[in-house]
């Protein structure tokens, strides 16, 4: 009973640490407390209810239990007190049976062994032949051997004291039998020879009398013996059944009553569980109808979030193109302007009488390729403005910086800052939107700029660079030597509408920060003012599914 108390108190104490210290399920949040509350203190209330079930219980079958056990103890005492007893009086009686079977046995060959003797000698006295008599000289002289190892046997075994009186008596008749067959074995005058087997004839009858008298001792103390064993055995016997019924009396139906008295109160325990169950059920489907509800406001939620995302970076890329506008059209009116030479000395070679159309040809290929590069500096910027739903792919991370150093190279150049890239070779490939990494990327190279214009150092420069990130990451770092930024405004810097320059929005680090989180990542910031920044974020490169695709950290 105790321990099934224990497991109960331990299930509920699982199930009720598995809740948030605030009440609610991990996807619930703070405006729905009251709900989530609502459902923890069911839990609650059954619990307690459990316990004090349990605690009922407990009390019921403490104080008996133990009276019980001691009962038991008595018991296992007595049982071990008549396995003593049978071992210490029962056993050596049975090993004295086993003996006095064996004794009885010798004493009646005894008495064989001397009529066998007297045999032998009576066929030595009356046989003539040599042959037969040398043959019952021979019989007498092993039958004297058995007989006499026979009785010294006896002698020495262990007999009552009136046995071994009984010896002492026969012990006269037994040396002049002995005597007597030794002479007839030594042979000798026939006279001599016929008053040995008289004598021993006469001995052999006190003794075969004496002998009798022994073999019924023997039988009387074996009798004897057997009854006392039989007493002993039907009292163990009955003092075995007066503990088994002891047991079952003081015990067994103590113990029965008990069991009866916990299964009922097991069994209204269970009753009473089976109705808070069923009402906590019904509070806990009411509570998880309205946590569907609220979890359906939550995804609500985060499609607009995500939709206003999308619109930040838009805008965010908009103004970075406006920003560039001036560069962007230096840009374009290069391949421009050389399409329009190409074509008006095209057109000058064609008016001659003898046109070099090897020339031409040549001058129409490089329009052609000229043309190429403007389609594509038309097609990176529509690319980066163009506004729609985000789509991430497996991506190569230094495709990703080259395309963000293609189309800053020009304006670089333009402004005299050196653009270079320290690439690390053989990156693992990248799970993420494109666009707005690369808007990340941008959105650094246009702010080192920027501190470069404002810093204006004698060899400006900016580094983009990526690096295996041990143990499963790739990180991207923007380095400039411009103006840095001072310490007590860096914990500032992804704050909405905080910038440090006069014609900042204030919107492209803290949009830039976000889209690093939605995929996984983490972001830093090192600067000494007067020397430069470096900004650097990180991406994992393992389980691209997990991140998400909604846009969003989670």
Known sequence: MRAFTSCGRSAWKWRHSDLPPNGCYPHSCSSRMSSGLGATAAIGRLRCAVERLSDRINEIGAAPAGYLGRRYRVALALVALLVLLDRLVVQPGLVGLLTDAPLINVAGRQRMLSQRLCKAALALDASADPGDQARWRAELRQVLTLWTGSHQRLRRGDASPSIRKAFVLIEPSYDRMHAAAEQLLAGGAPRRHRESLASLLHAEAEFLAGMERIVGLYEREARAH???????????????????????????????????????????????????????????????????????????????????????????????????????????????????????????????????????????????????????????????????????????????????????????????????????????????????????????????????????????????????????????????????????????LFDAYFSTRDHGMGMGLAISRTIIESHQGTFDVESSPGLGSTFRFTLPTAGGDDAGTDGLRR
């Open 226 to 492: 057997v009854r006392q064993l039989i007493a002993l055995g039907w009292g163990l016997t009955a003092a075995v059944l007066a503990a088994l019924a002891g047991i079952g009396w003081f015990i067994l139906r103590p113990a029965a009553r008990l069991i009866d008295r916990q299964v009922d109160a097991l069994r209204d325990a269970r009753d009473i569980l089976e109705d808070r169950v069923r009402e906590r059920t019904a509070e806990l489907e009411r509570a998880n109808q309205s946590l569907a509800h609220e979890a359906e406001e939550r995804v609500r939620a985060e499609q607009r979030q995500r939709a206003l995302l999308e619109q930040f970076s838009h805008v965010a890329r908009t103004n970075t193109i406006g920003e560039m506008a001036s560069g962007l059209a230096h840009e374009l009116n290069q391949p421009l302007g050389a399409i329009a030479n190409y074509a008006e000395g095209c057109i000058v070679a064609l008016e001659s009488p003898a046109p070099a159309l090897d020339e031409v040809r040549a001058a129409l290929g490089r329009v052609v390729s000229t043309t190429f590069r403007a389609g594509a500096i038309v097609k990176r910027i529509r690319q980066f403005v163009t506004r729609g739903a985000t789509a991430r792919r497996w991506l190569e991370p230094n495709a990703l910086v080259q395309d963000v150093n293609e189309f800053f190279r020009d304006e670089a150049q333009r402004r005299g800052i050196a653009l270079r890239m320290e690439l690390a070779p053989d990156l693992p490939t990248l799970w993420g939107d494109p666009i707005q990494l690369q808007q990340v990327l941008v959105n650094l190279t246009r702010n080192a700029f920027d501190a470069i214009d404002a810093a204006q150092p004698l060899e400006p420069s900016v580094v983009m660079k990526t690096e295996l990130e041990p143990p499963a990451g790739i990180a991207f770092a923007v380095k400039d030597n411009g103006e840095g930024i001072a310490a007590e405004r860096i914990g500032r």
